[in-house]
């Protein structure tokens, strides 16, 4: 390794991904081994995304990092424990162009600076920590060149969160529990590319963008010790309906695919409130908007909406097609208007362009729509102003990336220090 004060980096966007089949508790809580398998949709990373600079040099004392430009602490287990597996695996890194040479054994030795910025809250329910640690690890395996396939490199991240195994590869993803006690067998597979159902739009309603009372680790804790109904869950209830998830995903049969998705996300919910203290994560808006959809999909006979809460207030609505997913946002906008002052493009973000088709563009305001003519008995008023921050049009997307245009790297390319 030459002495020279080079700084040698690499940027990489990597997705969130919300889980239709639902990962709540863990059977080992220092390797994160869960309870149950989980299958989740990986969504585009346009809208939903990790973006992460990693950077090595030698004039760097200690290892450090910055999470939406705020300095924070490396020393928690997860961190460590994601840095040790990954420094491990590294390998000869050699870049002729900048005349840099990285031994195998000179990581030991040498120190990291990582930033990474999340384009959504975080910790509010969006599967934050998710998409962060599985950007850290896959864009340190390629700092490192280490040579692993993205199942190994899911052993790792699933080290700092459960759900980030799920955010190393695009579309349709399974957890799978695995059995043994090292958790070598416990990671993520694809069960399908995003292409496979690319119909399918996903609204979501982020109604809180505040940071949860109870997190997702302490609430799952809870669940293991107290809850009897998360046991009969993960022994009973959850292997039979991974199987027809898998069905449903395969042979993209929406009326399934609703049908075990809002009941597996009712039943996540429902484990929630079997813990002791019990756990509040949705509110009334959640409710409503619930409410919403199950009348929608009754009154047509056939189901047009899918939702899914994870551990948050926030709504993931997954609509069988364009067409439909038009249809629910001028439901949820009539129901959930904006407030007076509110720019539509800052109300409505990600694929905005579902505006136009919905008949919201400049010219019409939300004040001109009809309500729902399917939903007979109201479930609430248009007072419900403010109740949602804003929605996020989106739909399912591709797996992790390496970013090669440097102005969207994160760290400066002379210092290693945020930009």
């Known amino acids: 390794m030459a002495t020279e004060k080079w700084v040698f980096m690499v940027t990489a966007q990597t997705p969130t991904n919300i889980a239709v089949i639902k990962y709540w508790g863990k059977r080992d809580e220092v390797r994160i081994l869960p309870v149950n398998d989980s299958i989740s949709v990986t969504l585009d990373p346009d809208h939903l995304c990790t973006v992460t600079t990693v950077a090595v040099s030698p004039a760097f004392d200690r290892d450090r990092m910055w999470l939406n430009g705020k300095e924070i602490s490396l020393t928690g287990s997860r961190y460590q424990n994601c840095l040790r597996e990954i420094r491990s695996r590294a390998d000869d890194v050699e870049d002729k162009e900048k005349g840099i040479k990285i031994g195998k054994k000179d990581w030991e030795k040498l120190h990291l600076h990582i930033a990474s910025h999340n384009?959504?809250?975080?910790?509010?329910?969006?599967?934050?920590?998710?998409?962060?640690?599985?950007?850290?690890?896959?864009?340190?395996?390629?700092?490192?060149?280490?040579?692993?396939?993205?199942?190994?490199?899911?052993?790792?991240?699933?080290?700092?969160s459960g759900s980030a195994c799920r955010s190393l590869f695009g579309g349709f993803v399974k957890w799978e529990m695995g059995s043994k006690d090292d958790g070598s067998d416990s990671v993520a597979v694809q069960l399908a590319d995003e292409k496979h159902w690319d119909d399918l739009v996903i609204i979501i309603a982020v109604v809180s963008s505040q940071q949860k009372e109870t997190s997702s680790t302490s609430g799952m804790r809870e669940s293991v010790e107290t809850s009897l109904l998360l046991q009969h869950r993960a022994k009973e209830v959850v292997p039979k309906r991974i199987l027809q998830m898998e069905e449903a995903i395969k042979n993209r049969d929406f009326a399934s695919f609703t049908q075990l998705t809002c009941t597996d996300s009712n039943q996540f919910h429902a484990v929630c409130l079997d813990t002791s203290p019990p756990i509040f994560y949705m509110n009334d808006t959640s409710h409503r908007i619930i409410s919403l959809v199950e009348k929608w999909n009754r009154s047509e006979g056939t189901p047009q909406v899918a939702y899914t809460f994870d551990a948050g207030p926030n709504a993931v609505l997954i609509a069988r097609n364009r067409k439909v997913a038009v249809q629910l946002l001028q439901g949820l906008l009539y129901y959930f208007?904006?407030?007076?002052?509110?720019?539509?493009?800052?109300?409505?973000?990600?694929?905005?362009?579902?505006?136009?088709?919905?008949?919201?563009?400049?010219?019409?305001?939300?004040?001109?729509?009809?309500?729902?003519?399917?939903?007979?008995?109201?479930?609430?008023?248009?007072?419900?102003?403010?109740?949602?921050s804003y929605f996020i049009c989106t739909r399912p997307g591709k797996g992790p990336i390496v970013l090669h245009d440097q102005t969207q790297a994160l760290l400066d390319p002379e210092t290693g220090l945020p930009k």
Do not use: W
Request: net charge negative.
């Open 119 to 160: 384009n959504f809250p975080t910790a509010a329910g969006l599967a934050s920590s998710a998409a962060g640690f599985a950007c850290l690890v896959f864009s340190l395996a390629k700092l490192m060149n280490v040579d692993e396939d993205p199942s190994h490199l899911s052993a790792i991240a699933r080290q700092g």
């Open 337 to 388: 208007p904006p407030k007076s002052d509110t720019d539509m493009k800052s109300y409505v973000v990600g694929d905005n362009s579902i505006l136009k088709e919905a008949g919201l563009d400049e010219a019409n305001g939300v004040e001109n729509l009809q309500p729902p003519p399917e939903i007979k008995d109201n479930i609430g008023s248009q007072d419900q102003k403010g109740e949602v």
